[in-house]
């Protein structure tokens, strides 16, 4: 048996057991076991503002998405219509999925070539992604129910858009995106970044079963859910949704193949390498090229705004709904007649793509291998790509 340990916080556990010969094997079984933290318990007792304030610092990842999820969930429990805030909050939701995937294409994306990982290169863009809080809300008190005092400082916004975007063309794509198969291949040939020779990697030619391009395909269908209604109804009926979440019953994926699906890079891909990591890691470019004209639309989208007033300390319950780079994220809680939270529940992108049953273990189910370190590599590739909050292990038995 060996073990394979990536450092962070909380973890997932992958066990697989292996079958066959000299010729090459398969994962005969896959067992997949998502322990994170579940720090929302921490929010119970707290007043709205409070648990709105208190949700980033619980955690480590995506902290923005976190306050703003809960944020909403309060909203929606007083009864507060913040729609002039939604632009702004859009932007700060997608500086922070940009700083993620940044993070992956630098630090996690080398290391899967055997590179040593680069975190001094994230410096500038999270310089730039730092400006964006104040230059909406000086106050930086934009994620708290109700919203905070929003007045857009355009020049700052635009300059920390452009240098954002100035980063991801020199150190992700050294040049324009790729739009489709043929262009993604051309880019990979020429190596220019981390992310091209990863791509180079994945589209290498190989023998019928061994090509990592089509390796890894899940089968499970997208999420396709955003409705805060439909996530209220799953989380406060049955406690044990935040855990193992379904979908009509099922399992689903939610990340950037689910908010990408339809790009022209990810239909080409599709077309061409058909489910996997090659359509996985297209769906991380396009996701990463489309940020910044999102961000650009909500821009241009702004107008001052000021706070909500609440006119209500509860009881009431909600849910808030926000994106991350990993997908899709949910809270919903329960207000008591002193507008503490009586009860809170969440559902993270984790909870749905590392689920027993869910897109990495049947993407590993059947799979085919050469021997225990090929296993244990591609596993890690397939990893990388559904790109879990929490560190990862690999036990792997013959």
């Not at 619980?58 to 909403?72: N, P, T």
């Not at 001094?120 to 994620?143: F, I, M, Q, T, W």
Request: charged share 20%.
């Amino acid at each position: 048996m060996s073990t394979v340990m990536l450092p962070g916080e909380g973890s997932v556990s992958v066990r697989l057991w292996l079958d066959g010969g000299p010729e090459g094997m398969a994962i005969r079984r896959a067992e997949v076991a998502a322990r994170r933290p579940r720090a929302v318990a921490a929010l119970v007792g707290r007043r709205a503002d409070e648990a709105a304030r208190l949700a980033p610092l619980l955690f480590s990842l995506c902290g923005s998405a976190q306050g703003l999820a809960v944020a909403r969930a309060c909203e929606a429990a007083l009864g507060l219509d913040v729609g002039a805030h939604d632009a702004a909050r859009s932007l700060l939701t997608d500086a922070e999925a940009l700083d993620s995937h940044g993070w992956q294409a630098v630090v996690e994306w080398p290391v899967r070539l055997g590179a040593p990982p680069r975190p001094a290169a994230l410096r500038e863009l999270r310089s730039a992604v730092s400006a964006v809080l104040p230059a909406l809300y000086p106050a930086k008190d934009g994620l708290r129910p109700g919203g905070g005092v929003l007045r857009p400082d355009f020049a700052a916004l635009r300059s920390a858009l452009d240098r954002m975007a100035g980063w991801l063309g020199a150190t992700v794509f050294a040049g324009p995106p790729p739009r489709d198969a043929d262009e993604l291949a051309g880019w990979a040939a020429r190596g220019g970044t981390d992310a091209a020779l990863l791509a180079a990697r994945l589209l290498s030619p190989a023998p019928a079963g061994w090509s990592l391009a089509g390796w890894g395909a899940c089968g499970v269908p997208l999420l396709g859910e955003r409705s805060p209604g439909w996530f209220a109804t799953a989380l406060a009926g049955d406690p044990a949704f935040a855990t193992a979440p379904r979908r009509n019953g099922v399992p689903a994926l939610t990340g950037p193949l689910e908010r990408q699906v339809d790009h022209p890079l990810v239909v080409s891909v599709t077309e061409r390498f058909g489910d996997g990591l090659a359509r996985l890691f297209a769906a991380r470019l396009a996701d990463l090229a489309e940020l910044p004209r999102r961000m650009e639309a909500a821009i241009a989208a702004l107008r001052p705004a000021d706070p909500v007033a609440s006119g209500s300390s509860g009881p009431g319950e909600g849910c808030g709904v926000a994106e991350t780079a990993r997908g899709r994220l949910a809270h919903w809680l329960r207000l008591d007649g002193d507008g503490r939270l009586a009860d809170a529940r969440m559902v993270a992108p984790t909870d749905w793509n590392f689920a027993a049953d869910g897109p990495l273990a049947r993407g590993l189910a059947g799979a085919a291998v050469r021997d225990r370190d090929d296993a244990v590599e591609r596993v890690r590739l397939l990893v990388a790509m559904l790109d879990p909050c929490v560190a990862c292990g690999i036990d792997v038995h013959e």
